[in-house]
Every structure is written in structure tokens, then in C-alpha cells.
């Protein structure tokens, strides 16, 4: 499963690397009424706007969601911090990964050693969404589990309703998905 991650990868810089261009794809606020603050969020509200990509289908010949237009993201950081995914200002990568899941504890070291190598494009965006949050699976509480892992990048709370996984064609974890400048 790494390998094909790996592959998907290099094949979606090579996409980004044709369209890129310059400067940050989001933006942040604040979310409003979220109390004391005293513990990060498992889960929190996302916003999709636009059409959701469809699922990928491994044992198709093509992936249909490429070359197709992306929806845009707005969602919450572990910190309560509202950010807007979007390709307006950049190209960016999503990696959707499960605390329980094997594939994800296996992968997360290898996308830590392309960051600490110096191969990742300086303007593409790494972001983590971390979904299918499951209370009694191990690892849990995934912003603990994200620190323990030694991810860098942002990191984004999917809603209890999978929203951000579902726009974006999520079918199982480890899931990468990376979106040029052009939106697609």
C-alpha cells in the first residue's frame, strides 16, 4: 500500500509541478463558541462547496477524478482554527489518514522522510485531514496521535459525518489527493 501511495504521489508532484504557482492555498479564522479550549477536537463542522470528486475505484483502468474541478474545503484545525482549502493560491496536497489504521502508521513515517529530504516543493502544501475518528481504536485521540507520529504539517479535523473524506472521494486510509493550481 506505501508503494502505491509513494507512486500517487510522485505522479500528483509531477501534475502539481506543471501547474503550480505561488503563495498559500488557505486561510484562517477563528472558530466561534468552541468553550474553554482545554481539549483539541476530534471532530469538527466542515464546509464543502462545489461538486464532490467521485470515489476512486482501484480496479478501474482510469481514476475519474482526474482532470475534474475540486471542491473547496473549510475546516478546523486542532487548535479551533478555521482554514479554507482551495487551489486559488497554490497547489496542495490532502493525505486522509485514520489514528487506527495500519496503512496510515506505516505511511505517515514515509511521508515524514520525503518532508526531512528536502523533495517536497517548497509551495505545495501538505495537509493532513484526520477522519474516521474512532474512540475505541487505538491511537485515539488523533491530535495526540499526529504529535506522537511526528507530523509537521497542518492537520485538519474531518466533521462525524465523514464530510471532507466523502467530497473528496476518500475509499480507504491512507488516502492522498493532490490538487494543482488550475483547481483540478
Known sequence: ????????IIAGVIIWAATRDSGSSSTTS??????????????MPVKVTGTALPAFDSSASTDPAVGTAAPVLSAYDFNRQQVTIDSSKGAYMLVFLAHWCP?????????????????????LQVI????????????YPPSDWVKT???TWPVLADSEDYDAAQAFGVSGFPFGVIIGTDGK
Open 1 to 8: 500500500a506505501g508503494i502505491g501511495v509513494v507512486v500517487a
Open 103 to 123: 496503512h496510515c502508521n506505516r505511511e505517515v513515517p514515509e511521508l515524514n522522510a520525503w518532508r526531512d529530504s528536502g523533495d517536497v516543493p517548497a509551495d
Open 149 to 151: 507520529m511526528d507530523w
Open 30 to 43: 477563528t472558530v466561534p463558541g468552541t468553550g474553554d479550549g482545554s481539549a483539541a477536537p476530534v471532530s
Open 128 to 139: 493532513a485531514v484526520t477522519t474516521a475518528v474512532d474512540p475505541s481504536r487505538p491511537n
